[in-house]
């Protein structure tokens, strides 16, 4: 079984994981956030690259081990669905957020059969909007989607009503609540500021940022 607080212990030691009440962090959607994940940056640090990749193969091997192949989300989830499928020698494939507009026109990449029962990788779930975006190409193309794996959850209550309604299982390496309880532990964050990232993650579309 996977150690979530260890995991969420290396995120934060190579500072792929930052946490900043007083500061907050500007998403893409315009939220603002007090925590900002940013898995990339473990790609540059190879024992806990390894890390991250030994557990992800477990997950997978152990939750979906009828797998046929493994499919990674552009551009992030692309090197991870990579190095797992590489260590558990899966076929491997990846999706691409809408198809190319020169070319073949693809938006899976690489070579697949329909039919075939393929895993996910992701590497962060938010919303699970553009997650789910994926499961609908790949059964569009045929192939059966057994589960999602990502390495961090923020555990938003709308991605866990997404993926209940796809019936789609998500395991993810680590998650929020492993991470504010890590930081309780570590007594990097005091009472009030834990109820403040709890309250965020209910409605982050809302929060201004204010203790």
Same mark, same amino acid.
């Given at each position: ?5 260890? %995991?969420?212990?290396? +995120? ?5 994981? @930052?946490?900043?009440?007083e ?6 959607? #315009?939220?603002?956030?007090? =925590? ?12 806990? *690259?390894?890390?991250?990749?030994s557990?992800?193969?477990?997950? =997978?091997?152990q939750?979906f ?5 493994? !499919?990674?989300?552009?551009t992030?989830?692309?090197?991870? #669905?990579?190095?797992a ?10 999706? *691409?957020? @809408?198809? $190319? ?6 938006q899976?990449e ?26 609908d190409?790949? @059964?569009?193309?045929? +192939?059966?989607?057994?589960g999602?794996v990502s390495?961090?959850?923020? #555990?938003?209550?709308?991605? $866990?009503?997404?993926?209940? @309604? ?13 991470? %504010? !309880?890590? !930081? ?9 500021e834990?109820?403040?990232l709890?309250?965020? *993650?209910?409605d ?8």
């Amino acid at each position: 079984m996977t150690d979530k607080k260890a %995991i969420a212990e290396k +995120l934060l030691q190579i500072n792929a994981i @930052k946490l900043n009440i007083e500061h907050p962090f500007t998403w893409a959607s #315009g939220w603002k956030s007090p =925590i900002y994940c940013d898995n990339r940056k473990i790609l540059s640090f190879p024992f806990v *690259r390894d890390f991250i990749k030994s557990e992800m193969c477990n997950i =997978i091997f152990q939750a979906f081990e009828n797998a046929d192949m493994i !499919a990674g989300v552009a551009t992030a989830g692309i090197p991870w #669905g990579a190095m797992a499928a590489d260590q558990l020698k899966l076929p491997y494939i990846y999706v *691409r957020p @809408k198809p $190319k507009e020169h070319g073949l026109g693809n938006q899976i990449e690489g070579f697949y059969e329909p039919g075939k029962r393929v895993v996910v990788v992701e590497d962060l779930i938010s919303t699970g909007k553009s997650s789910l975006q994926v499961v609908d190409v790949l @059964k569009n193309a045929g +192939l059966e989607v057994q589960g999602m794996v990502s390495i961090f959850n923020y #555990g938003f209550p709308e991605a $866990k009503n997404a993926f209940e @309604k796809y019936q789609i299982p998500l395991k993810s390496l680590t998650d929020y609540d492993s991470l %504010i !309880a890590l !930081a309780i532990e570590q007594k990097s964050i005091s009472e009030s500021e834990q109820n403040v990232l709890l309250n965020w *993650r209910q409605d982050p579309g809302n929060w201004k940022g204010n203790l």
